[in-house]
């Protein structure tokens, strides 16, 4: 599997895209803002000559979902969440006028995701984490045969997602953390909403937040 991260939007979230060798691809957090950010990743993906497939929903803030629409209108691609975002999607643009932002309501996801439920695109298996606590509806995608995770806003290089937005807790995120990401393999790379990548194991030894102090 190939991976290619895109950053989209004022509030610069990651955008990855999953890449097989049929290539099928599926798109993580799809953050496009502006029509010239459509247009870009539209062109990156004809050059790479990549067809999305599949949308994912790490949660439902804005600057995740800010893409929807056009993948709906350019792909046919509804994204699938977890159903304890919809309150965050229906909220949406309220959320947008409150960063000085403007987006049309985002469209209504095709499905929804459970906690250890299994996806797949062509040969490509991800298993999602239920990890709340920066939102309700917070998941995780995991490749075990990549050795790879997306946290979304869960887990940052030396950092965690903010708790104080609607849907947050700072026990529930620490302990989802410690209980669903700290026991993957510890050479995992975690690719976040935002900023650069890590791994399990440096989090483990150094983010201040969450260190087990073990390793």
Known sequence: MEIF????????????????Q???CAIIDCGCFSSDESDKLTAFLDKKKLTPVLLLNTHCHIDHIFGNKMMLERYNLRTLCHTLEEKNRRDAVKHAMFFGLKM??????????TDGQEISFGSIFLKAYHVP??????????????????????????SIGRTDLP????????KSIRSKLFVLPPATVVYPGHG???????????NPYVATGLI
């Open 133 to 158: 606590g920066h939102s309700a509806g917070s998941l995780a995608f995991y490749c075990g045969k990549d050795g790879v995770v997306f946290t979304g806003d869960a887990l940052f290089k030396g």
């Open 167 to 174: 849907g947050g807790d700072y026990e529930t995120l620490i």
């Open 104 to 113: 049309e309501d985002p469209p209504e996801p095709g499905g929804e995701i």
């Open 5 to 20: 991260r895109l950053v989209f939007s004022p509030i610069e979230v990651n955008t990855y895209i999953l890449a097989g």
């Open 22 to 24: 049929s290539g099928k």
């Open 196 to 206: 650069d990548a890590t791994t399990i194991v440096e989090e483990m030894r150094t």
